[in-house]
Nanobody, 124 residues
Framework: QVHLVESGGRLVQAGDSLRLSCVQS????????IGWFRQAQAKEREFVAA????????NYADSVKQRFTISRDNTKNTAYLQMNTLKSEDTAVYYC?????????????????WGQGTQVTVSA
C-alpha cells in the first residue's frame, strides 16, 4: 500500500510563490509516476502536473506552464510543486497522486493512490 501526504498549502497573496510537498511511504518511491491535481470549490478535479519516476520527464497543464514546476527527490521519497506568480484562480485543494504507469498521464483515473490534499488559497 502506498501512502501519500501533502503539505505546504496556506493563504497567500496574488503574485506570491508557494512550494507544496508530497511524501510517499509504503513502497519504493522511485517506481511511481507522481501527479499533482487540484480541485476548486464546485469544480471538477483537474490535472496540474506530472513527473516520471526519474524526474527526467514532466508534463503541465496549459494554465500553469511557465509558473509551476514539478520535481522530485527520490532520496527523500518526496515530490514537490513549486508555484510562482500565483493567481486567485489557483485557489483549490491540491492533491498528489501516484501511478505505476511509465508513460506520463494527466488522467486522474489512471492514478492508483491519492493524498488527502492541502488547501491553497490565493487572495486577490
Amino acid at each position: 500500500q502506498v501512502h501519500l501526504v501533502e503539505s505546504g498549502g496556506r493563504l497567500v497573496q496574488a503574485g506570491d510563490s508557494l512550494r507544496l510537498s508530497c511524501v510517499q511511504s509504503g513502497r519504493p518511491f522511485e517506481t511511481y509516476q507522481i501527479g499533482w491535481f487540484r480541485q476548486a470549490q464546485a469544480k471538477e478535479r483537474e490535472f496540474v502536473a506530472a513527473i516520471n519516476w526519474s524526474g527526467a520527464t514532466t508534463n503541465y497543464a496549459d494554465s500553469v506552464k511557465q509558473r509551476f514546476t514539478i520535481s522530485r527527490d527520490n532520496t527523500k521519497n518526496t515530490a514537490y510543486l513549486q508555484m510562482n506568480t500565483l493567481k486567485s484562480e489557483d485557489t483549490a485543494v491540491y492533491y498528489c497522486a501516484a501511478t505505476g504507469l511509465s508513460d506520463l498521464t494527466n488522467n486522474a483515473r489512471e492514478y492508483d493512490y491519492w493524498g488527502q490534499g492541502t488547501q491553497v488559497t490565493v487572495s486577490a
